[in-house]
């Protein structure tokens, strides 16, 4: 089977899973780019350009749902935006990049596996006020290995009780569309508009595969996931692709 079509398989059932949690999938897309051998300059255009295909039309679908929390949503995503795009700026080296990635993923992982008491969700913890306040770095380290970065915010604020999970998830998915085109716009202006549009070309079956997944994806979240597995599903992706990663580095 061409490379390709496996390539497709993969982003197809990432997209779909990832969208079920709020997330784009980049940091999986990343994953199985490295293990296509694709140079890695590369990789943060073509992840981020997926993330957007598939959080566009989740955020679509969580509004129209009612359960984003706009006011917190926008400031969140208004202090990590700038902060993305200075991230996507900065050059990074590739086992830099597999290692920063790969250790991220892992940590919040482990977060979201920690337990929170059923009775204390919707009473946030006192550390919910500083989230603001930790959007910004988090913006910063999405755009410097080129994902939306919605799967470092989310197990915070799943840690404190910031919202509910499907509430979580739309606020996820919000900021990883605005992240992922400011970050996108910071790798433009660091490779050229050259290199984007050939790995566009090259990436089109991907950016099809992850449309259709994410928008079955986002369905599942809104009508199919109980609120658990949304959680637990979410700590299984973030730990198996960062053990991946850090395998690869």
Not at 39 to 68: K, W
Not at 89 to 106: M, P, T
Not at 122 to 146: C, N, Y
Request: glycine content about 12%.
């Amino acid at each position: 089977m061409p490379l390709i079509l496996l390539l497709g398989a993969g982003f197809f059932l990432a997209a779909l899973l990832y969208a079920s949690v709020g997330f784009g999938g980049g940091s999986t897309y990343a994953a199985l780019l490295v293990l296509s051998g694709l140079d890695y300059r590369v990789l943060p255009l073509v992840a981020l350009a997926c993330n957007i295909v598939v959080v566009a039309g989740a955020t679509i679908r969580f509004a129209r749902a009612g359960v984003t929390p706009w006011r917190g949503a926008l400031l969140l995503t208004a202090l990590a935006a700038p902060a993305a795009f200075v991230g996507g700026l900065i050059s990074i080296e590739r086992e830099a990049f597999l290692l920063l990635l790969g250790g991220s993923l892992v940590l919040t992982g482990i977060t979201m596996l920690i337990p929170v008491k059923e009775a204390a969700v919707g009473e946030p913890t006192r550390m919910s006020k500083a989230m603001p306040f930790a959007a910004i770095p988090l913006g910063f380290l999405a755009g410097l290995v080129g994902i939306g970065g919605g799967i470092f915010l989310a197990p915070l604020l799943h840690l404190t009780r910031w919202r509910d999970a499907r509430a979580i998830a739309a606020t996820a998915s919000f900021f990883i569309l605005v992240n992922s085109m400011f970050g996108l716009a910071g790798q433009l202006f660091k490779h050229g508009p050259s290199m984007f549009g050939g790995a566009m070309v090259d990436a089109l079956p991907l950016l099809l595969a992850v449309a259709i997944g994410g928008q079955i994806g986002s369905l599942m979240a809104l009508r199919v996931l109980p609120l658990r597995w949304i959680r637990w599903l979410t700590a299984a992706l973030v730990t198996v692709v960062g053990v991946r990663l850090l395998l690869g580095a």
